[in-house]
């Protein structure tokens, strides 16, 4: 029983990470200022919907409530976010620091779903352990885009407004 209840306390917290990201993933798209940016983010936010309903579909399956479990490392990581986003005017670097941001996240969901899919794996849950891996792969998928983004030219512009062309 346990070992159910470390699967169920894993997904709730994913529930929970995935209700405050699309929340985030709203406010993040409307401060961003590179086209890439404002298109991959409210493109992802539905993506994020998408996934919160896979994670009902599972609960609904094993008799939990979705609802339950906070992420304090998401907490974290949002309020730190929100403080360098605070002291950044609008542009590039911010932009650059936007991706930065939901990246960090993207791979705290990686590592979240990765678990809760070895663990339903373990319980004999293939369905749960299918459906989980589907969100795993949208998560690095995002990741990717992320970097693509960034490495594509909003982290050049961002240096470029900061003076500093190269780094050393």
């Known amino acids: 029983m346990e070992f159910e209840t470390t ?4 997904i709730q917290k994913l529930y929970c990470i995935e209700q405050q990201t ?12 590179s086209g890439s940016s404002r298109d991959a983010l409210p493109q992802h936010r539905q993506e994020t ?10 609960c609904s399956k094993m008799g939990w409530n979705p609802s339950g479990e906070t992420s304090t490392v998401l907490q974290a990581m949002q ?11 609008e542009g590039p670097v911010k932009d650059a620091a936007i991706i930065g941001a939901v990246q960090k996240v993207e791979h705290l969901e990686i590592a979240c779903y990765g678990t809760a ?14 459906l989980l891996q ?3 792969d949208e998560e690095k998928r995002a990741d990717a885009l992320l970097t693509q983004i960034a490495e594509s ?16």
Do not use: C, F, P
């Open 7 to 10: 699967m169920q306390t894993e």
């Open 22 to 33: 699309v929340d985030a993933l709203g406010t993040l798209a409307s401060q961003a200022q």
């Open 49 to 58: 919907q998408t996934q919160a309903g896979r994670l009902e579909q599972i």
């Open 79 to 89: 309020s730190e976010a929100t403080q360098l986003l605070q002291n950044l005017s």
């Open 117 to 130: 899919r070895t663990l339903a794996l373990q319980m004999g849950d293939q369905e749960a352990a299918d």
């Open 134 to 136: 589907q969100t795993l």
């Open 153 to 168: 030219g909003v982290n050049q512009q961002a240096t470029s407004q900061s003076g500093q062309a190269t780094l050393r």
